[in-house]
């Protein structure tokens, strides 16, 4: 974590780091793989994706193969302006028409976005130590 607090990365370096190249794996090619982006004035501002594992092959919050695993990212200088709240939204309508009955993410127990997750319906389904792994219900 503090390699990216003191230099910040190229985009080609970000994608090389080992929990984002196995996040992005063959990215589209598994059923129900689906990503939002946010863009404020063409610049893009944050991400959240939805995506399946396997129990050979999982991702931090994983639960099981019928729930996909929720990942969201906002540019700092962004956050606190609903955008975050908006991604899930989206992603939480999306899921819904399309036969997924819950959605899990990971988050680290000091990570202010607890907060958020669980305005957006997200309960705490396990606790991992320093994370919790937590899951809302279509």
Avoid: C
Avoid at 23 to 43: E, M, Q
Avoid at 63 to 80: Q, S
Wanted: proline share 3%; net charge neutral; hydrophobic share 40%.
């Amino acid at each position: 974590m503090l390699y990216f607090d003191f230099r910040k990365p190229s985009f080609e370096e970000g994608l090389a780091f080992p929990d984002v190249s196995k996040a992005l794996a063959d990215w589209g090619k598994r059923d129900g793989d689906t990503a939002v982006l946010a863009i404020v004035n063409s610049i893009p501002v944050g991400a959240a994706w939805v995506r399946f594992w396997t129990d050979n092959n999982f991702d931090h919050g994983y639960v099981d193969e019928n729930t996909p695993v929720l990942v969201i990212a906002i540019h700092r200088d962004y956050r606190h302006q609903g955008i975050g709240k908006r991604l899930i939204e989206w992603l939480i309508e999306h899921a819904s028409k399309h036969t997924v009955q819950k959605i899990s993410l990971s988050v680290s127990k000091d990570n202010y976005a607890i907060n958020l997750y669980k305005q957006q319906g997200f309960l705490e389904y396990a606790d991992k130590g320093d994370a919790y792994i937590m899951v809302r219900k279509l």
